[in-house]
């Protein structure tokens, strides 16, 4: 699979450039561009003809390239109405062409019914996959780390996810769930400490802040959530929901209530790619600086370091429980989108959470 980001190497070293997933085509090579030949979509690498796509059974376009396509294929994409969106390499939200508004509509007001509705069933899965992710997560640090298999604050803690997804079930109100996330997040983050093994990190992680963060590691998580939660809230704009009504956060005026619902499945690979980063001491104390009110962030080095790892990570193969095949981290987001759009058309009985293996 092409590289999401980054200038592209040699000719030669180029991968396949597309990818069609759910009936919906995404173009990962920034420098590729689409033109319409006929009853086909055509990819064009300096004006040489790379791959052809049929219109047939194409249900949309996000294009994460720089160059673009051509008026005759926007034309004929508004024409069978296709939309096609615009999404910068680095995952911002850009823009979308497409005929006139027809099943946005309809889709929204699905969307406000379906989570009405199926609200708690929703938020009972999401939390259980971010539980079951989370133990995942920590799973992982123990094989890697022997020595930490007999911890026995560690081992307390899968306990508490374990049962935690067991709980999430007997309850019948949202707010419940919420409940049991929050004191399961507050247990997990009491050990997450232990998770950082490289004993020559100069940080100590104590508690969970968010607003302001108020020590480097928290402000490393703040800075790569609020990447993820940005691509997820690109990806929903691309499928036609509405990123500001979720069905576990509460509305609140500028927040994107959904991207944040669905970034829960994902928080696993953000807190995975954080530990990473300090243990193999990627960022340091150099990369933060501290503010006069007691806020700490990533200084302007520190930002680019970790976007430039940000964007390595989203090339990275992961296997999609629910399609049964490797994608490029990056197009998680696109992917989860579109399964719960399908799930609000009433296409599939039942939106699939992203689970880790």
Request: charged share 25%.
């Amino acid at each position: 699979m092409k590289r999401l980001i980054g200038n592209p190497k040699k000719n030669d070293e180029r991968k396949i450039i597309m990818r069609r997933l759910l009936n919906t085509i995404y173009i990962t090579d920034e420098e590729m561009y689409l033109a319409l030949d006929g009853e086909n979509i055509v990819c064009k690498l300096e004006n040489e003809i790379k791959l052809r796509v049929p219109f047939d059974n194409i249900e949309g376009i996000v294009c994460m390239n720089y160059v673009g396509c051509s008026p005759a294929l926007m034309g004929k994409c508004v024409s069978k109405m296709i939309p096609i969106n615009f999404i910068s390499p680095q995952g911002r939200f850009l823009a979308k062409v497409c005929g006139e508004t027809k099943g946005n509509v309809f889709l929204r007001v699905q969307q406000l019914d379906c989570f009405r509705e199926n609200g708690l069933t929703l938020t009972q899965n999401t939390m259980a996959a971010k539980f079951s992710n989370t133990r995942q997560l920590i799973k992982r640090t123990l094989h890697d780390n022997p020595e930490l298999r007999e911890d026995n604050e560690i081992a307390k803690i899968l306990d508490v996810l374990y049962d935690g997804i067991e709980k999430v079930y007997d309850t019948e109100q949202i707010e419940s769930v919420v409940g049991i996330e929050g004191n399961c997040a507050q247990s997990y983050f009491s050990i997450f400490n232990k998770l950082i093994t490289n004993k020559d990190v100069p940080f100590t992680f104590n508690y969970r802040n968010k607003r302001p963060p108020l020590d480097p590691v928290n402000a490393l998580l703040s800075f790569v959530y609020t990447l993820e939660t940005t691509e997820y809230g690109a990806a929903l704009e691309t499928v036609g929901l509405d990123s500001y009504i979720g069905f576990c956060h509460t509305l609140r005026s500028g927040r994107k209530s959904l991207a944040c619902d669905l970034v829960e499945e994902a928080r696993c690979i953000v807190e995975r790619f954080c530990l990473s980063l300090l243990n193999l001491k990627i960022v340091g104390e150099e990369d933060f600086e501290k503010q006069i009110s007691g806020a700490v962030y990533l200084n302007e080095d520190g930002r680019k370091k970790v976007l430039a790892k940000w964007q390595e990570k989203k090339r990275t193969d992961i296997q999609h429980p629910y399609l049964k095949q490797k994608i490029p981290f990056g197009l998680l987001p696109y992917i989860q989108s579109n399964l719960l759009a399908k799930y609000v058309r009433g296409d599939i009985e039942a939106y699939p959470p992203y689970l880790q293996k």
